[in-house]
Structures are given as structure tokens and as C-alpha cells.
């Protein structure tokens, strides 16, 4: 079983299209995470949600809108694509927001924009 | 935030031992050492984390000296699968998150 699903894996998709990624944890983990792999492979966090709450936002269009249902899912909606928003998005997961420990990441979505 | 500086790539061949620096001269007394591996089309997967001295595991050993301001992430015997970026992180023991550099990109060839 994968501990931290993303989905979909591959996404190429119209500017100003809306589109959704999909995340899944089965750690029983209460911290979920989304970060952003640009072309320079520079990792940036995104977003933190603990148990459904959020409590990280970085510098984000508002574009971007997470929606975390319960503790062990975590989606991201993005709005009015842009080309800019073409990069791997990786979903992750740890304990609690002070387990740095151990972090586990998705094996990401690879979002093109055209 | 300490911030890191490791090297942008390395090169090995399969049995050699690597030992990837990474300096961090502005670390904090309640901040710790991880280190992450990517491979390609895959997320950063944990490797190792240390405070201090000496810490090994199945995987690497890290080397982290009194002053704090450096480590070494040391690989045995690396074999064509290690090649991966590996990402030298300093983390605060307090409520934070994963902050990634730029990562060293090492080449093991046959």
C-alpha cells in the first residue's frame, strides 16, 4: 500500500482551465503538506493543514485553494491556470507540525500547462 | 532559518564510499540536520538526521562536528541506484517545515 497517494500522476491541461490534485495518507498522520518543485528543482512549501486546520500559507495565488475533508486527505484546487504554475506538485505527510523527523512525500503530479 | 550550501553535483563510481558536505554556519542551538534523497519523478524520501557527534543507520552515517556549522552525509559502497539529489536541511525543533536548497546531484557510474 502507498503511504502517500497523489493523484493524478500526469496532468497537461489549457491556460485559464481550473483543475484539482489529489492526496491521500494512510499514516495516520494529522499534518499534511503541499509543496511545489519548479523547473530549477527548488522544493517550496505550499501549504500545511493539522487535523483539517490550516496553518501554514506561504506566499500563494489565491489561485491555489486547498480543501482538507478529513486528516487523511489533502486536494489541491488551482484556478485560471497558468503557464507559470507548470511544475511536479508533491503532496507529504508527518506526525504532527513538529515531526520533522520524518516527512513522507508523494511520488507527485506532474502538472503541464499549454 | 540556518541556511545551507552543499556542492551542485558529485560524481562516484559503484563501491566507492561518497562523503557529501554541507555547511550551515548559522545554525541554531535547537536546530537539527536532516538529510533527504530524491530520485528522479519521485518525492524526497528521509535519510538521515543528527544533532550532534555521530549518527549512523542502514543507509548513511552523518558526521557533524562540535561547532555544528558543517556535516557530512557519508554513503558506503554506493551502487548505480544511489544516484539521486541529496538535500542537506537544517530544521528547527520547534513547530516548522521542511525548507529544501538546491540539493548535490550524485552520479554513480559503473
Known amino acids: 500500500d502507498t503511504a502517500v497517494s497523489q493523484t493524478p500522476k500526469y496532468l497537461v491541461t489549457q491556460m485559464g482551465n481550473d483543475k484539482s490534485i489529489k492526496c491521500e495518507q494512510n499514516?495516520?498522520?494529522?499534518?499534511m503538506y503541499w509543496y511545489k518543485q519548479d523547473s530549477k528543482k527548488f522544493l517550496k512549501i505550499m501549504f500545511s493543514y493539522n487535523n483539517k486546520e490550516l496553518i501554514i500559507n506561504e506566499t500563494v495565488p489565491n489561485r491555489f485553494s486547498p480543501k482538507s475533508p478529513d486528516k487523511a486527505h489533502l486536494n489541491l484546487h488551482i484556478n485560471s491556470l497558468e503557464l507559470g504554475d507548470s511544475a511536479v506538485y508533491f503532496c507529504?505527510?508527518?506526525?504532527?507540525?513538529?515531526?520533522?523527523?520524518?516527512?513522507?512525500f508523494g511520488s507527485g503530479t506532474r502538472l503541464t500547462v499549454v | 532559518l540556518a541556511k545551507t550550501t552543499q556542492p551542485i553535483s558529485m560524481d562516484s563510481y559503484e563501491g566507492q564510499e561518497v562523503n557529501i558536505t554541507c555547511s550551515h554556519n548559522n545554525i541554531a542551538t535547537n536546530d537539527y540536520i536532516t538529510w533527504y534523497q530524491q530520485f528522479p519523478s519521485q518525492g524526497p524520501r528521509f535519510i538521515i538526521q543528527g544533532y550532534k557527534t555521530k549518527v549512523t543507520n542502514e543507509v548513511a552515517s552523518l558526521f557533524i562536528p562540535a561547532d555544528r556549522k558543517s556535516s557530512t552525509l557519508s554513503l558506503p559502497r554506493v551502487s548505480l541506484s544511489d544516484t539521486a539529489v541529496y538535500y542537506c536541511l537544517v530544521v528547527s525543533s520547534g513547530y516548522s517545515t521542511l525548507t529544501f536548497g538546491k540539493g548535490t546531484m550524485l552520479l554513480v557510474s559503473p
Open positions: 499514516l495516520g498522520h494529522d499534518t
Open positions: 507529504a505527510s508527518s506526525q504532527d507540525p513538529t515531526d520533522f523527523y520524518g516527512y513522507t
